[in-house]
């Protein structure tokens, strides 16, 4: 179960995911933040934005944004890529630091959306149940 939440908040939560534009997928890749120490690791991913966990707190400001660094597994054969993510939410605890990214206003990357097809096309099927613990 995600983190901090019940089952009642996972039912409310699977129908709002559902509504999103772009599925979201699960993956293994780590991010970096300009200007912060350490990584996290990607939860999830869409054309749309993404989220990152991490045991490093990273004091994101909502609504500002930041050029973040995203590095796919090696064996998904694609280099890191770089993006501008708009901090949408975060979330701590003792334990785990999470934040939710959408992309930058009129921002358009092409590495990104590549990435989205090909965990699309490995048959990887969308992450509704865990994509916004901190919603």
């Given at each position: 179960?995600?983190f901090?939440?019940?089952?009642?908040?996972?039912?409310?939560?699977?129908?709002?995911?559902?509504?999103?534009?772009a599925?979201?997928?699960?993956?293994?890749?780590?991010v970096?933040?300009?200007?912060?120490?350490?990584?996290?690791?990607?939860?999830?991913?869409?054309?749309?934005?993404?989220?990152?966990?991490s045991?490093?707190?990273?004091?994101l400001?909502?609504?500002?944004?930041?050029?973040?660094?995203?590095?796919?597994?090696?064996?998904d054969?694609?280099?890191p890529?770089?993006?501008?993510l708009?901090?949408?939410?975060?979330?701590?605890?003792?334990?785990?630091?999470?934040?939710?990214?959408?992309?930058?206003s009129?921002?358009?990357n092409?590495?990104?959306?590549?990435?989205?097809k090909?965990l699309?096309?490995?048959?990887i099927?969308?992450d509704?149940?865990?994509?916004?613990a901190?919603k």
């Amino acid at each position: 179960m995600p983190f901090g939440k019940t089952k009642e908040d996972l039912g409310d939560q699977q129908a709002v995911f559902q509504k999103r534009k772009a599925p979201r997928y699960a993956l293994n890749a780590t991010v970096t933040v300009d200007g912060f120490d350490g990584e996290g690791e990607l939860e999830n991913i869409s054309t749309s934005g993404c989220r990152m966990d991490s045991s490093t707190y990273v004091n994101l400001i909502p609504d500002e944004v930041y050029q973040v660094t995203i590095t796919p597994s090696p064996r998904d054969n694609i280099k890191p890529f770089r993006l501008k993510l708009k901090a949408s939410w975060t979330k701590s605890s003792e334990l785990l630091f999470q934040a939710g990214f959408t992309l930058a206003s009129g921002y358009h990357n092409t590495e990104m959306e590549r990435y989205v097809k090909l965990l699309n096309s490995k048959g990887i099927p969308p992450d509704y149940g865990n994509m916004a613990a901190g919603k």
